[in-house]
DNA sequence: TCGTTTATTTAACGTTCGTTAGTATAGTAC
DNA sequence: GTACTATACTAACGAACGTTAAATAAACGA
């Protein structure tokens, strides 16, 4: 950890922070002492507590989530969909609370507007995107577009449940649930 | 609102600074300007700053998530549980405020360990209470607890998605998608 | 070896915070 | 009318905040 870069490690800190006490609840006092560096060493790096924060959710976050928006099309779609989120309950300390800091933000805790209308456009893209990998399942039948809404709104819950609560969902019951909401559209579930 | 007396003013602008700001972006002197009054009135009613916001996750949302808990158990299971989203929608913004305010903190963003504590008690609460509701309903089918586990997290978005999120969720597309999940344990579902 | 850039420090600036001491006003009981 | 209590204020305390100025140490090409 230490043979890392003082950057890399203030942001790591930083992280830490911005998740246990918040935006206005961390001070870059705290932060440089549980780096070991001094105090204006953050401010060698970052211009001001406001851009480590911007950084943060800007860079590490968008950039988690977009990796995590890669899924493999190329399995069944119950499987696809219980893989991403079984995942998720092994992201790294650090990717986590990257992650869960996000969502903070996006429920409008302690960021500024700018971040709030990132927060929107990514949020906006969600139901296409699962709409486009659910279309070959949903085409024919009738309420297909409410059961692409009650899917995203589930994996919502279980990424919150993984992500920001701390806690750790097994394959099956996430594959259960999944398959509940996709009965009827999808081959391969499990009831 | 002037004539209600100064000690309910001042938690009424409480919450919607502690909503706006969190904890610590919060400022005695800012409820103060808020309210109209001088600063140290605040500490007459409230000894400190943390009572202020411990009365109002403490008595404010409890009393409010208790009285929301109160479903009407003669309806239709589908009626019921949209009903109970539905009304969601129709929360008087005071009321949302406090409402938006406990769910983060029960996402662990501002309080404290005891806040904490009290969250997952209330939390844990929650699974059973539905269980009961629907126990009539899913005792002869093999998946009948996966099914309740997925409409409570299908429940938690959609609250979120009104009191967090701000949205407003038309009743049909509430339905719908409770629908989705209950479908084949209740009779007058929608698809 | 010297000059320059990079990395790091101590010390402090001005501001704002939560909180309190001290005082004034208004109503009420006797 | 006087003592008392509840309600309100002005002013200030000490502490902590974000931020910066100024100085020092290390690294490195010339």
């Excluded at 927060?119 to 309420?143: A, C, F, S, T, V």
Aim: proline fraction near 3%; charge should be negative.
């Amino acid at each position: 950890m230490d043979d890392k870069d003082l950057r890399t490690r203030i942001k790591e800190v930083a992280v830490a922070h911005f998740n246990d006490n918040g935006y206005h609840g961390t001070t870059i006092r705290n932060i440089a002492k549980d780096v070991g560096c001094s105090l204006p060493m953050i401010y060698y790096y970052y211009s001001s507590k406001k851009e480590l924060f911007d950084e943060i959710i800007k860079k590490e976050f968008f950039d988690l989530v977009k990796r995590q928006a890669a899924l493999s099309k190329n399995d069944d779609v119950i499987d696809l969909y219980t893989k991403f989120i079984y995942g998720l309950n092994h992201l790294s300390d650090y990717h986590r609370k990257v992650y869960r800091l996000g969502i903070k933000v996006y429920l409008t805790f302690d960021g500024d507007e700018e971040l709030m209308n990132l927060m929107d456009e990514w949020e906006k893209g969600i139901l296409p995107r699962h709409r486009e990998i659910l279309q070959p399942y949903i085409q024919n039948i009738p309420n297909g577009e409410a059961v692409v809404r009650t899917l995203v709104h589930l994996l919502e819950t279980m990424i919150e449940k993984i992500v920001v609560k701390n806690h750790y969902l097994p394959k099956d019951e996430i594959r259960e649930e999944i398959a509940i909401v996709l009965q009827g559209i999808a081959r391969g579930g499990l009831s």
